[in-house]
């Protein structure tokens, strides 16, 4: 059952509940610290602060908040390279589904809001029991008179107006409470957070990003995306068709040739978003496909999260990885520095093992055949690695929030192969893209024939 709750809007409000959070958390660790001493042990603070009740406090008060506060512990659980104790990763990855609902009356005023007195004359039927609920918004069922099923996706009253503060406060917070490493400066990741949390809390600007994703496949028959109802759709309120296929993890259990074929689909889909539109859904969440079964279709949901690339950024994310598949160890440092990987200031014990973490993760794109990823240790040899130049370099340098942003993406498609125990020619996949888009972006800036 989804658990309800009031969203609080005001900005002291949700201070407040920060300010009670805070306390709650030192309170918990005196009497943790208290504990550990009477069993006769010598309790560091960050042992003290990461209980599981602290956790749990954290990980509750953020759910019940929503909007900026709870997607700050999002991205924090992305990616930071592992730089986060295990602890706050775990806890902070757990809000990604734990948001509470809105209650009816709060839902029926947002509506009214948008749509104006007797909005609910427009439907035969309106579910107020939401589908989902995320950080910005929850999504509810409708029917309209003319019979179209429509997914309505409604945000949170007050979210827009406290994603600056938001952040600022849980970041605040994070530090006060010692939660975060020393020497992490997550700064550049805030300041990023914040730009892309209004451009989610904006509906009208996710309508136009999953019209930029029809177009794109719109001769795609492999994908299906919602089409926008713009004369219901505001800022607050996103109005589209209702999609009905079945969780994609449900393709596990279908016949290999079946889920390799929406595997292959699932990865040129992700490449062609990086390399060729420069547009990318960086939200790896896998309630964003739907599977059709009956038609073969991977439908596509939720494009918030949409993040554009600029072509210099990406072909420097194509030379980084053609180097990783076949350059030597001074390309990979040249094209990781340009990309923000590394910086020349950096230790070359550092630069190294950036190095060497980049070559393992791009091992599947070097195998010759089909790679398999039900089985596959990378995920753990990667983690190993991490942990390995933590405590040998004792340095961390946290990439670029663009960089982060695909990390989560690609994290969430690898982790879905490997669901759907796919075994596909990932390097034949890569290389392929790679060279079109070359050639598409070669043929853009060539000059007109005379």
């Known amino acids: 059952m989804p658990k309800e709750r009031s969203l609080t809007a005001s900005r002291m409000g949700r201070l407040s509940q920060l300010g009670r959070l805070a306390g709650s958390i030192a309170g918990g660790a005196v009497a943790e610290g208290a504990r550990q001493i009477a069993g006769g042990q010598r309790p560091s603070i960050g042992d003290m602060l990461l209980t599981p009740g602290n956790a749990k406090r954290l990980s509750d008060r953020l759910s019940e908040m929503r909007g900026a506060a709870m997607k700050v512990g999002q991205l924090l659980s992305m990616d930071s390279g592992q730089l986060l104790p295990p602890q706050l990763s775990e806890l902070l990855a757990g809000l990604r589904e734990d948001a509470h609902t809105m209650p009816l009356g709060q839902v029926a005023a947002v509506l009214k809001d948008a749509w104006g007195e007797g909005w609910e004359n427009q439907f035969s ?3 107020f029991t939401p589908l989902a609920a995320a950080s910005i918004g929850q999504v509810h069922e409708a029917v309209l008179k003319d019979g179209r099923r429509l997914a309505i996706k409604v945000q949170y009253p007050g979210i827009r107006a406290s994603i600056d503060s938001d952040v600022d406060n849980v970041a605040t917070l994070l530090r006060f409470s010692q939660l975060l490493p020393k020497g992490l400066e997550i700064a550049p990741l805030l300041t990023e957070a914040k730009a ?21 496949l719109a001769d795609d028959r492999r994908f299906e995306v919602p089409e926008v109802v713009d004369a219901l759709t505001t800022e607050q309120v996103l109005c589209m068709q209702f999609l009905d296929g079945q969780p994609v993890e449900s393709l596990a259990e279908a016949p290999s040739a079946e889920r390799n074929t929406a595997a292959v689909a699932l990865v040129e889909l992700a490449l ?12 790896p969440n896998f309630a964003n496909y739907l599977y059709d079964a009956h038609n073969k279709r991977i439908q596509l949901l939720d494009f918030g999260a949409t993040r554009r690339y600029e072509q210099l950024f990406r072909e420097r994310l194509r030379d980084l990885l053609r180097a990783c598949i076949d350059g030597s160890d001074e390309d990979v440092n040249s094209r990781a ?19 060497a973490l980049l070559r393992t993760a791009t091992e599947p794109v070097r195998i010759d055949g089909d790679y398999a990823f039900a089985g596959s240790d990378l995920a753990g040899r990667m983690k190993d690695l991490v942990v390995e130049m933590r405590a040998r370099d004792r340095y961390a340098r946290m990439p670029p929030p663009q960089v982060l942003f695909l990390h989560r993406k690609l994290g969430g498609l690898y982790l879905l192969l490997n669901r759907l125990r796919a075994r596909i020619p990932v390097g034949e996949l890569v290389r392929k893209v790679l060279d079109d888009s070359a050639q598409h972006e070669s043929a853009q800036t060539e000059p007109l024939a005379v």
Request: proline share 5%; net charge negative; charged share 20%.
């Open 272 to 283: 062609r978003e990086v390399f060729e539109w420069g547009l990318v859904q960086t939200d």
């Open 196 to 216: 892309q949390l209004h451009t989610e809390a904006d509906y009208e600007c996710e309508a136009v990003a999953l019209k930029a994703f029809a177009g794109h």
């Open 125 to 127: 039927r309106f579910s």
């Open 337 to 355: 520095a340009a990309v923000g990987y590394t910086d020349p200031s950096d230790p070359p014990g550092y630069q190294n093992s950036v190095n």
